[in-house]
């Protein structure tokens, strides 16, 4: 699901330094189950375009009273801050292929988290970004400890 509110904060250049981020609707967060068994995660994106920057946001201190996130903690998965480049990751024309045990580190101590990046020009376009808002899914914890 894509929230509309939160788009167009990414990809809206601010006039002032004050703008402050939306907060999120409680339902914005998506319950998502990792999968289990495999050695990767791929991620892919829409359309002819692939990525440049991809990574996890982590918020372990969870989200206070209004629904903010209290502490961020970044993992980069593909891109100039990571360990490999979205292109020595690239899987097929838009996709890349990430280690589960970097996804699974960066969200093991975290409820709430995002996954974001942001997506090469398709043509003469600009550069889009993306966030998607990520809450494990109940009894994650619990699946966990009887698979490990």
């Not at 990414?10 to 068994?37: F, H, K, V």
């Not at 998965?77 to 979205?86: D, I, K, R, T």
């Amino acid at each position: 699901m894509v929230d509309d509110e939160i788009t167009a904060w990414l990809n809206t250049i601010a006039e002032s330094d004050d703008d402050l981020p939306p907060t999120p609707e409680d339902d914005a967060w998506q319950p998502y189950r990792m999968p289990s068994g495999d050695t990767s995660v791929i991620f892919e994106a829409r359309g002819q375009t692939s990525f440049d920057l991809l990574e996890i946001l982590a918020y372990p201190d969870g989200l206070d009273d209004e629904g903010i996130p209290v502490s961020v903690v970044t993992y980069p998965l593909c891109g100039p801050h990571a360990e490999v480049s979205c292109e020595d990751a690239a899987w097929g024309t838009n996709g890349v292929e990430i280690s589960l045990g970097i996804v699974e580190e960066a969200i093991a101590d975290t409820e709430y988290y995002a996954i974001g990046g942001i997506l090469l020009p398709n043509g003469d376009s600009h550069p889009d970004s993306f966030m998607a808002l990520l809450r494990k899914q109940s009894g994650d914890a619990e699946l966990e400890k009887w698979e490990g």
